[in-house]
Each structure stands twice: as structure tokens, then as C-alpha cells.
């Protein structure tokens, strides 16, 4: 199968949702991180990964402004509810497929995958 950059869509989407059945995701301070292991669902190599969808926010001046504020806040929701976690993923086989740029691996297969609430584990 040849790299295709341009490789996506609702099929593929739904694929992904098969292949990744047993995606997880993690909620800890706020932050959202997920585990995949599956076969891509265009080219069909498994791959594994760990990422974030947020990005580590440095701890500055900005962060310690209203600290009275952000507390009562927190206190506000003690149990925020876990929502689906959209992960946008990018084929990451350890395959070289025909047409890569450079050294790059994977098919270049690009699609979403939904991790329901259900395993989705929140820490605090
Ligand atoms: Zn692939
Ligand atoms: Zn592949």
C-alpha cells in the first residue's frame, strides 16, 4: 500500500473506531491523555501510541493570579463527569510505505476516534 498524506474521512473514522476498540483515556489535573494499541485501519499495521490533547501549561505569574478564585471553583465540581475524548490520530505504523516523505513511517492514514466516558478513567 502506498503513503497517502491525504487519507481520510467519515470510513476511515469509523475503521478507527473498530481498530481502537480498546483506546483508554485518562483525566488528571485536568489534563486529557489516551492510550491506543490497534491496527491502522487503512493500512492494517498495528500501532501503538500514548499521547495528550492538552498541552502542559508552565506554571508562571498567570497561573498563580486567582488562586482564592480557582479554588472555590474546584470545590464547585467535585466529580466532573468524564466526556467522550475525540483523539485525532495519524497512521503510526513502524512500516515504510511507498511515497513517505524522508524516512517517515506510516501510511499517512489520518482519522478520529471516539474513547466513550465508560473508559475513560479520571484521577484528581
Ligand atoms: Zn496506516
Ligand atoms: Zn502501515
Same mark, same amino acid.
Request: charged letters at 15%; hydrophobic letters at 20%; aromatic letters at 8%.
Given at each position: 500500500m502506498d503513503y497517502d498524506e491525504?487519507?481520510? =474521512?467519515e470510513e476511515l473514522d469509523q475503521k478507527a473506531s473498530k481498530s481502537f476498540a480498546t483506546a483508554t483515556g485518562l483525566v488528571s489535573l485536568g489534563m486529557r491523555s489516551y492510550r491506543v494499541d490497534g491496527p491502522?485501519?487503512?493500512?492494517g499495521h498495528r500501532m501503538a501510541l500514548n499521547g495528550s490533547l492538552d498541552l502542559l501549561v508552565p506554571s508562571g505569574p498567570g497561573k498563580s493570579r486567582r488562586p482564592v478564585f480557582e479554588a472555590l471553583q474546584s470545590k464547585d465540581q467535585p466529580a466532573p463527569a468524564p466526556e467522550p475524548m475525540e483523539v485525532p490520530l495519524r497512521c503510526a505504523c513502524s512500516h515504510k510505505h511507498? =511515497?513517505?516523505? =524522508?524516512?517517515a513511517t506510516g501510511c499517512g492514514a489520518e482519522f478520529i476516534i471516539t474513547i466513550p466516558p465508560s473508559r475513560i478513567e479520571v484521577r484528581r
Open positions: 491525504f487519507a481520510s =474521512g491502522c485501519p487503512r493500512c511507498e =511515497g513517505a516523505p =524522508g524516512t
